[in-house]
């Protein structure tokens, strides 16, 4: 398969961004309160390169390996020093280390156990790591992330881990192709956020929405939506 182009790529940044303008007119969210992450999974540092020139900063993946290719390469090659990057994939045990490293954010958290080897593994020369807990929205236990309960406990004892800095909630739905079906998991995930912020934990993060079902994310409140397909085009293993 070929490569997206740089020309490719930028139209489909302007045409993403404009879909997020669009939603926060819409559905009445403040200007620019959704940030734009960049999926670039199974994509190469090229297509990175081409959105870093196109003025996106910030980048997800899902693959250690394939990630950490990307970020060593791309410095090499660009004097750009305003990437972020962001895990966002399952993280086994061995992995830690690597992520807490080489990542600025990770959204994949569901388990207290990677989050205290992120706290101890991350050094006190970086920035602590964000993070976002994973919740399972559609009770399926099929998709990973914790159920609703689970995520109020995990946020107490996170929250306490002194090199992490837990930003908020993440969540990947099951698909549908109704737009207020797909709000539906997403409400959840906002009321979710609600109810920990209760308990004096603070929050400013829904990672929630991707190339399908962005505008239904936006609805409800997200503030990262994960682009993957609109920007790079189908993926690419
Ligand atoms: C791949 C992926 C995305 C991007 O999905 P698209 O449908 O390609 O936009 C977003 N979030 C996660 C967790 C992913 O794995």
Redesign the pocket.
């Known amino acids: 398969m070929h490569h997206a182009s740089q020309n490719t790529i930028t139209q489909n940044i302007i045409d993403i961004q404009k879909r997020i303008t669009e939603a926060e007119i819409k559905y009445a969210r403040k200007a620019n309160s959704v940030r734009l992450l960049a999926?670039s999974?199974t994509h190469p540092a090229e297509e990175v390169l081409s959105a870093l020139q196109a003025g996106q900063h910030d980048f997800?993946e899902?693959y250690l390996q394939d990630a950490l290719e990307k970020i060593i390469a791309i410095p090499k090659l660009t004097h750009q020093p305003e990437i972020k990057w962001h895990f966002?994939?399952p993280i086994q045990s061995n992995k830690s280390l690597a992520i807490a490293q080489h990542f600025d954010w990770v959204?994949?958290i569901d388990r207290l156990k990677i989050a205290r080897r992120l706290s101890e593994q991350r050094v006190a020369e970086q920035a602590p790591l964000n993070i976002c807990i994973q919740v399972n929205t559609s009770g399926e236990s099929s998709k990973s992330g914790v159920m609703a309960e689970e995520a109020i406990v995990l946020a107490k004892e996170i929250s306490q881990l002194p090199r992490l800095k837990l930003r908020g909630l993440m969540t990947?739905p099951a698909n549908s192709d109704e737009v207020e079906q797909q709000r539906k998991p997403f409400r959840l995930l906002r009321q979710l956020k609600d109810e920990i912020t209760s308990h004096n934990i603070e929050l400013d993060t829904l990672s929630m929405g991707?190339?399908?079902d962005m505008e239904a994310a936006i609805a409800e409140g997200a503030t990262i939506v994960?682009?993957?397909?609109?920007i790079f085009g189908p993926?690419l293993k």
């Open positions: 999926v999974k997800g899902n966002i994939g959204h994949s990947i991707m190339s399908n994960r682009i993957g397909t609109a993926r």
